[in-house]
C-alpha cells in the first residue's frame, strides 16, 4: 500500500485534450529540500535555493510540470495558493513560500500549444490528495518513453508513486517519466515497455525526453543529506530506465523530508533508489491502455 509522509500532499491538473499537466508536492509545514540535477537537458527552476549553502533550510512545494520551459509558468500558481495559506518563508512583514521545479518536454505529444500556466498549478494545489491517481494523469498526461531507434515501439509515459519503510521511516516517491529509453522492471526482470529495436546509433531528439521526480520522508535529514538522498535516487532511474542520463533528457531528483522520525541516514538511501525504480514501473504500467 503507497504511503505518504504526514504532512505531504500532491495534486494533478490535467489537460487530456492537449496532453499536457502538471503534478504539485506540497509540504505547508516545510520540509528540508534537496535536488540532483543528472540529465544534460534540464529545465528547472528554485534549485539553488536547495544548496546545502543556501540561506532558507526548508522548501514548501515542488512543481512537476508538463510544456517544457513553458510549463515552469505553473509555479506562479502554486505561489499564490501557498501564499494564500500563510505559508513560506518570513521576511519581515512579507513571506514567501519556497517552490523548485522542473519540466519534461511534451510538446509533441498533443497540442504544441497547450502549456500549464498560472491557473494550472493553482489548480493542481486545489486538488492535493493524500491519495492521488497515477498514470496519464498530471505532468505524466503527454509523458511517452521507448522513443529511441524508430519509434515503433515508442509507449505512454505517466506519473508514478511507491513507498517503503526502513527503520520505522516512510521513503516514498512520485516520477514522472517521459523517457528515451525503455522501462525495465528490475524485481521481476522483465521489461514493461521494451527498447530492443534500437541499434545504439540512431539519432534521437534532443530535449524530448526527461524523468522528474520527487523523494519524499519523514526522516530526519540535513540539507546535505537530503541532496545525497536526492543523487543516490538517480540510480533507481537507472535500473528502470534504460538508457538514462542521456545527453536527450534533464533526469531530475527532489527530495523533500519532514524530520518527524529519527532513522538510519543510509537505509533512506537505499530506499530512494529502490522506491524510485519501482514508481517509474507503476507509473508506466498504470499509463498503458
Known sequence: MMQLP??????HWTDAEGRTGCTVVLAPAGAVGGVDVRGAAPATFGTDALSPATLVELAHGILLTG???????????????????????????????IVAGAAVFDLLAGDATA??????????????TREPEVGSVGAGTGATVAKAGDGSQERRGGVGLASAQVDGAIVAAVMVVNSVGGI??????????????????????????TTIGVVLTDAELSKDQANRVATVAHDGI??????????????????????????????????AAEVVARAIVLGVSAAQP
Open 6 to 11: 504526514e504532512g505531504i500532499s500532491i495534486g
Open 67 to 97: 510544456g517544457s520551459a513553458f510549463g515552469l509558468a505553473a509555479a506562479a500558481g502554486v505561489l499564490r495558493h501557498l501564499e494564500e495559506q500563510g505559508v513560506g518563508y518570513a521576511l519581515g512583514s512579507a513571506t514567501v513560500p
Open 115 to 128: 502549456r500549464p500556466g498560472d491557473e494550472s498549478g493553482y489548480a493542481a494545489c486545489g486538488a492535493a
Open 184 to 209: 525495465w522492471d528490475d524485481e521481476r526482470h522483465e521489461w514493461v515497455v521494451p527498447l530492443t529495436q534500437w541499434d545504439h546509433g540512431s539519432s534521437l531528439l534532443a530535449g524530448a525526453n
Open 238 to 271: 537507472a535500473r528502470a530506465i534504460r538508457p538514462a542520463h542521456t545527453m536527450y533528457d534533464g533526469d531530475t531528483i527532489f527530495c523533500l523530508a519532514t524530520g518527524a522520525v529519527t532513522a538510519a541516514y543510509d537505509a533512506v538511501e537505499v530506499a
